[in-house]
């Protein structure tokens, strides 16, 4: 079965600076799929960044890039120029690539609570 | 529509009482999925719809909760005799196609009293 973790329940980085949480992965799979969800308050989850398995360049969207090490099984999020409304949970998602019952469900980590000050 | 849209918002209720949560996923989205949010378990997987079939249903907790889905579209989750334990935020996801990224609604928050 699949694990994620997130070791840090919480976090907090002053306006502008650069912050990166952590996710580390327990699969068997050799293909899968891993992304970084943000919630705040609201509840929407939104999708931050998504990272296929067999690539081996890391995704980046804007001020969002992950270090992903397949090796390690680690998917760190690194936010760059942090801003007020990055403010939000952070949830590091699993999703295998091929999947014998045919179910596609993510596997979540527990959260990383962000907070960015002013 | 222009993305996954859930109702109601917040719903309370008495134990005991039965509750159906709804969940319009985006149009043309096969694949449908319920999660619950609970403070004590996290995120977790409930059950999975591509088109109007559950081939999935693993992660309901028991017997109390069911699901269906109709016109390939709008599904709905029901809990029955509802217990303080399933108060939760019960999200909704779709996606086009299986293994594809999942796009979530905004969730109903469940409260049993």
């Known amino acids: 079965a699949q694990t994620v973790t997130q070791s840090q329940p919480e976090m907090s980085v002053q306006e502008a600076e650069t912050v990166t949480l952590s996710c580390t992965y327990d699969?068997?799979?050799?293909?899968?799929?891993l992304f970084w969800y943000k919630q705040p308050p609201s509840r929407q989850m939104i999708l931050v960044i998504r990272?296929?398995?067999?690539?081996?360049q890391n995704a980046t969207e804007n001020r969002f890039s992950v270090n992903f090490q397949k090796a390690a099984k680690s998917f760190s999020l690194k936010i760059s120029d942090s801003q007020l409304g990055d403010t939000a949970m952070y949830f590091c998602?699993?999703?295998?690539?091929?999947?014998?019952?045919?179910?596609?469900?993510?596997?979540f980590g527990t959260g990383t609570r962000l907070k960015v000050l002013a | 529509g222009a993305g996954v849209s859930q109702s109601p918002s917040n719903k309370v209720t008495e134990k005991g009482k039965d509750v159906e949560l709804r969940c319009d996923p985006i149009?043309?989205?096969?694949?449908l999925y319920w999660y619950r949010q609970s403070l004590g378990q996290g995120l977790e997987f409930l059950i999975y719809?591509?088109?109007?079939?559950?081939?999935?249903k693993s992660g309901l907790p028991s017997d109390r909760f069911s699901a269906e889905r109709t016109g390939g579209s709008v599904s709905t989750l029901t809990i029955q005799r509802t217990q303080q334990e399933d108060s939760a935020v019960y999200l909704c996801?779709?996606?086009?196609?299986?293994?594809?990224?999942?796009?979530f609604g905004p969730g109903t928050r469940l409260l049993v009293l």
């Open positions: 990272q296929e398995a067999y690539k081996q």
């Open positions: 149009s043309g989205h096969t694949a």
């Open positions: 699969t068997s799979e050799n293909n899968y799929y």
């Open positions: 719809f591509q088109g109007n079939s559950a081939p999935d």
């Open positions: 996801a779709s996606s086009s196609v299986q293994r594809e990224t999942q796009y």
């Open positions: 998602a699993f999703m295998k690539a091929r999947s014998t019952s045919g179910t596609y469900k993510y596997i």
